[in-house]
């Protein structure tokens, strides 16, 4: 297997890794959205929270292609109805239709990570690189440390 197959598939895997992290997540609501920049690129991340009992979640997305949400004052305290981490690979291999004109494609561009969060207000981000941040639940944390305080999924290529 090439070097170039090999890191699809890692980029792929990644990805499903993510999505079922934050599977659970349809019953929390978006705390806050905020940007930003790193390095040479900028990011957003997004803050979901559910209540005292599940932990905190955080979504970093880096290298942005693609940003859209309705009023960006309405995304602040909507719930979510679904949430989705898609994989978009490499050039010659398709998209997901609902993913095709989102950004132009092009060559060099590498495979990317696209996350969409359903409910009252949208969010909708193509980036290079996406990592999940989960912190303990309020009750967790109360508790005697016993091994990690937080767990991180990184995406990129």
Same mark, same amino acid.
């Given at each position: &297997? ?10 792929? +895997?990644?990805?499903? =890794?993510?999505?079922?992290? @934050? ?8 705390? !806050?959205? /905020? ?9 957003? +991340?997004?803050?979901? =929270?559910? %209540? ?6 955080? $979504? /970093?997305?880096?290298?942005? *292609? *693609?940003?859209?949400? %309705?009023?960006?004052? #309405?995304?602040?305290?909507?719930? $979510?109805?679904?949430? &989705? ?14 993913? $095709? %004109?989102?950004?132009? !494609? ?8 696209? @996350? =969409?969060?359903?409910?009252? #207000? ?5 980036? /290079? ?6 912190? @303990? /639940?309020?009750?967790?944390?109360? &508790?005697?440390?016993? %091994? ?10």
């Amino acid at each position: &297997m090439s070097d170039a197959v090999e890191a699809e598939d890692a980029v792929r +895997n990644r990805c499903l =890794r993510a999505a079922r992290i @934050l599977a659970p997540c349809v019953s929390y609501f978006v705390e !806050r959205v /905020s940007f930003g920049a790193v390095d040479d690129g900028d990011c957003v +991340n997004v803050f979901l =929270r559910e %209540g005292p009992h599940k932990p905190d979640i955080v $979504i /970093s997305l880096t290298y942005l *292609h *693609h940003f859209e949400t %309705g009023d960006p004052t #309405a995304v602040q305290g909507s719930f $979510i109805d679904d949430i &989705m981490v898609d994989h978009l690979p490499r050039l010659p291999h398709p998209w997901p239709d609902d993913a $095709i %004109g989102l950004i132009d !494609r092009f060559g060099d561009l590498p495979a990317l990570v696209r @996350l =969409r969060i359903a409910g009252p #207000a949208e969010v909708d981000v193509v980036a /290079s690189a996406l990592t999940v941040y989960t912190a @303990l /639940s309020d009750d967790e944390a109360s &508790m005697p440390l016993q %091994g990690s305080a937080a767990h991180r999924t990184t995406v990129s290529d």
